[in-house]
């Protein structure tokens, strides 16, 4: 599918065709969704879905996780009207923070971050990430957030896999994504039909 192309009819998670499959090899995660960002009407899309489960909430800010959920939690927050917190990977910010051990979906041990002056007990936060498969990156985020008393209002990925953390997380958070009930099979086992015809 044209990356800037918009289909006249547009049915849910239509814009998932956007995505690309991975190319480079085992290192690399196994598909890349960002492409859907090059699309404006894509992106309004998403970002959309991504807020329906969260309409009659109050949310205050919005955080997105290093890096790509720092586009698409930008989205999000600039939909909603309100500001946008960065939660980093550890050694980037050179202001006070508290930081968080993780394993990320590579098995990779791994540390994040997030300024203390921001963050206040009663504050209702929306986690944004690009993609959940094991889970072990936004569980990091949902403890940097809490642990400063701020509330974690939900979560929301473009795609959350059914792996153990990922139905943890559907478990224990309100959550949204993007992924039509007929895909997430498909998502779970990380290999979407529609890829045998990208070019």
């Known amino acids: 599918m044209d990356t800037i192309v918009v289909p006249q009819k547009r049915r849910n998670g239509w814009y998932l065709s956007l995505m690309a499959p991975n190319t480079k090899g085992q ?9 859907l960002y ?18 009659n909430e109050t949310i205050d800010l919005v955080a997105g996780i290093d890096a790509m959920g720092f586009i698409l939690g930008s989205a999000v927050a600039t939909s909603l009207g309100k500001g946008f917190l960065a939660i980093r990977k550890a050694g980037h910010l050179c202001v006070q923070t ?7 979906y590579s098995g990779r041990g791994k540390v994040m971050e997030v300024r203390v002056d921001v963050l206040k007990p009663g504050h209702r936060v929306l ?22 008393g701020a509330t974690v209002v939900g979560i929301a990925a473009v795609a959350i896999e059914n792996s153990e953390g ?12 993007c992924v039509p009930n007929e ?17």
């Open 98 to 104: 508290h930081t968080q051990e993780y394993t990320d």
């Open 127 to 148: 986690i944004v990430d690009q993609w959940i498969e094991t889970g072990g990156t936004m569980k990091a985020a949902l403890k940097l957030v809490e642990n400063q």
């Open 166 to 177: 990922g139905k943890w997380l559907k478990e224990n958070y309100k959550y949204s994504h």
């Open 183 to 199: 895909l997430q099979a498909q998502i779970d086992n990380q290999h979407l039909e529609f890829f045998k015809n990208f070019n």
């Open 38 to 55: 090059c699309n404006a009407q894509a992106l309004s899309d998403c970002v959309k879905d991504l807020l329906k489960p969260f309409k």
């Open 27 to 35: 290192k690399f995660a196994w598909l890349d969704p960002s492409r």
